[in-house]
């Protein structure tokens, strides 16, 4: 049973909704009135209230006011507007604003009975996603809530579906044939559900969820409500295994098995040993194999990522130890750093592509380690110009402190680095002067002379020209102003 509160400054109509309509007869067990939007207010913040039925017009604050207080307070709270005045503008606000209708008076009895039942089993609806999202990512049990077939003791699958929530449900529409309960819920960008088995329909059900741009994945059955937050993890894993068939739309936890992880956890060790010892072919031999495994065994991802890291940091450990920058190394497309927080491939192909490209890419570098001298040159060249970007730079004077020839040093700046010194100075200093914009509460004029330039005017251009914007400009556009 549910509670209303009707809302409406006019005495009368308050009184015809409250006595007139058959509340009982529509699972309304409590019904509360008020005069105003702001006694309306009051109401809510003492009692539990499911539906709130508001005239539009009542003064200063309106119905529209109320509506945007009550989606403060309680989002769940089902909102029906009232006006007596045919207005586009009100129906637009209403619905933007969470309204689950509007009707105009007179109010149609029968209309209003209809969107009633509509509201309550809507309610019972989001109730019941609710407790089964709870069952499956806490463990809850809340019978209360929960469909009474769930408590039975009949088989059940939790079923997982990723990618276009919105086909998903068109399809179940489109094919109504598929046989026993099912009960959803929404766990983060996942649609899942706990469906009653029926083996004669099993394929059935499995070909309408196998549509495009979506993926399944099925847990073991069981009988116990209280195993429904394991056998989600069951189809967790069971939805990894799309990793390695792109083709496939539906995957079960039976499907793959992981006795094979200790020992491709012992190739990664192995192949960072060999990479050391600089066997360059073997350690290659190693990888494929390493991939091989995770294809046969259809390893768990999370599995693959530990060792995903493991190899990488192989990478990452030997540049470092060649005296060279691992961040300047691994750029771009070979970004170790992006990999490491992100640990994604749609696939385990584009994974084997991006890391045996980052394989030949350390090799390269290794063998390029003669040139280590000339690379510790641009690294004292790149030092200073941080150390002192607020002072006058010139190459000649970087040329005198490190002992070298400034047109030698000008020639092997721009032959490393792609680009002349002078445009390499002025971008770190806009990139400074950016950060000192995004986090710093500095006037603009000390921000130009934190990085070089005392000339406000011509900080200013030269930042337009390379920024696209002002530094004013700028710093609004971060502020969100």
């Known amino acids: 049973m549910y509670s209303i509160l009707i809302v409406d400054d006019d005495p009368w109509m308050v009184e015809y909704l409250s006595k007139c309509i058959p509340w009982k007869g529509l699972d309304i067990s409590k019904v509360f009135e008020a005069g105003s939007a702001e006694a309306a207010a009051k109401i809510l913040k003492q009692y539990k209230i499911n539906i ?26 089902k909102v029906i507007l009232l006006s007596g005045i045919d207005s586009a503008k009100n129906v637009r606000e209403a619905f933007r604003t969470g309204a689950v209708d509007f009707l105009f008076k007179p109010v149609d009895t029968d209309a209003l009975k209809k969107l009633m039942k509509i509201t309550t ?39 997982i579906v990723k990618g276009n929530h919105r086909v998903i449900k068109e399809a179940i529409r489109e094919y109504p044939v598929t046989k ?21 329909d099993q394929k059935n059900f499995e070909d309408i969820m196998a549509v495009q741009d979506t993926y399944m994945g099925i847990s073991n059955g069981f009988t116990q409500i209280q195993n429904a937050k394991a056998a989600y993890e069951e189809a967790a894993k069971a939805l990894d295994h799309r990793f390695y068939d792109k083709e496939k739309r539906v995957f079960h936890a039976l499907e793959g098995k992981n006795d094979k992880v200790f020992y491709l956890i ?16 073997e350690a290659e031999e190693v990888l494929d194999r ?22 990488m940091d192989t990478f990452y450990q ?32 584009e994974m084997y592509r991006w890391m045996s490209a980052c394989f030949s890419h350390c090799i390269d570098s290794l063998r390029d380690e003669g040139n280590s001298s000339k690379r510790k040159i641009i690294r004292d060249i790149e030092d200073i110009i941080i150390k002192n970007l607020d002072k006058e730079i010139s190459l000649e004077k970087i040329a005198l402190q490190l002992y070298l020839n400034p047109s030698y040093l000008s020639r092997l700046f721009k032959e490393n680095v792609g680009k002349s010194f002078t445009k390499y100075v002025m971008e770190k200093r806009i990139e400074r002067a950016k950060e000192l914009l995004r986090e710093e509460n500095y006037k603009i004029y000390e921000i130009g002379e934190f990085v070089g330039y005392e000339n406000t005017k011509y900080f200013n251009k030269l930042f337009k020209e390379m920024v696209g914007i002002t530094p004013k400009e700028y710093r609004e556009k971060c502020s969100g102003a």
Request: hydrophobic share 40%.
């Open 180 to 200: 026993g309960h099912m009960a959803a819920g929404v766990v983060e960008d996942e649609l899942v559900f706990i469906r009653e088995a029926y083996e004669q």
């Open 52 to 77: 709130v039925i508001s005239d539009v017009k009542m003064g200063e604050k309106d119905g529209l006011w109320l509506l945007k207080e009550i989606r403060e307070m309680d989002p769940m709270i």
């Open 318 to 349: 030997l540049i470092d130890r060649s005296n060279q920058n691992p961040e300047r190394v691994f750029h771009g497309e070979f970004s170790l750093k992006s990999h490491y927080e992100r640990l994604g491939f749609d696939d385990i192909e």
């Open 290 to 311: 390493i991939f091989k495994g995770f294809k046969e065994a259809k390893v768990s991802l999370a599995a693959v990522h530990t060792i995903q890291i493991r190899l």
């Open 121 to 159: 089993e809507n309610i019972e609806k989001e109730k019941e996603t609710y407790a089964v999202t709870r069952l499956i990512r806490e463990g809850a049990d809340d019978l209360l809530a929960l469909p009474q077939w769930m408590s039975k003791e009949s088989l059940k699958y939790v079923c």
């Open 266 to 281: 012992q190739d990664a060790a192995l192949f960072s040993n060999i990479m050391n010892a600089g066997k360059y072919k």
